[in-house]
């Protein structure tokens, strides 16, 4: 159920669906990831929807590729009752882009937690992830990057 719910997270994100991504994330939505770095590259923690937002916003005006998520490699773990860590490295590709068919890769962990919902019902809700990409990824990246643009 766990990685059902990470695959629709990241489905909710490619599409840039914000309804299924409210739905499935905790209000306070905690974060360490590459966009929260800026340019001195100090990582900072997120918190909150707000920000992430933004992202789906700027997807929606047309300012981003479409892209599809594969999990690779996951692990689910049950850290107690109520608490899960779902870790993987998420494939991303680029359509209709100068680098379509590129692969970007990430390291992500991600932490769901049990909650009762507005319906008083149970349902796991998404609480906090860290992200990062995949060393060896980052060099390819910025030459592929530097050779797109020459």
């Not at 933004?54 to 300012?63: A, P």
């Not at 998520?69 to 991303?92: C, E, F, N």
């Not at 209709?96 to 390291?107: E, H, K, Q, R, S």
């Amino acid at each position: 159920e766990l990685l059902e719910l990470s695959e629709e997270l990241l489905r909710a994100i490619d599409d840039g669906d914000y309804g299924t991504y409210e739905k499935l994330c905790d209000t306070g939505l905690t974060a360490f990831e590459p966009e929260a770095q800026g340019m001195i590259q100090t990582g900072q923690l997120v918190e909150g929807l707000p920000f992430h937002k933004f992202y789906f916003d700027m997807r929606q005006s047309g300012n981003f590729s479409q892209r599809v998520s594969t999990i690779a490699a996951p692990k689910v773990m049950l850290l107690s009752g109520d608490v899960a860590l779902v870790t993987y490295t998420r494939l991303m590709q680029a359509i209709g882009t100068p680098l379509a068919g590129y692969v970007d890769a990430y390291n992500e962990t991600r932490l769901w937690k049990l909650s009762k919902t507005k319906a008083d019902e149970w349902a796991w809700k998404h609480i906090h992830f860290h992200r990062s990409r995949c060393p060896t990824n980052a060099e390819f990246y910025k030459v592929s990057m530097q050779q797109t643009l020459l």
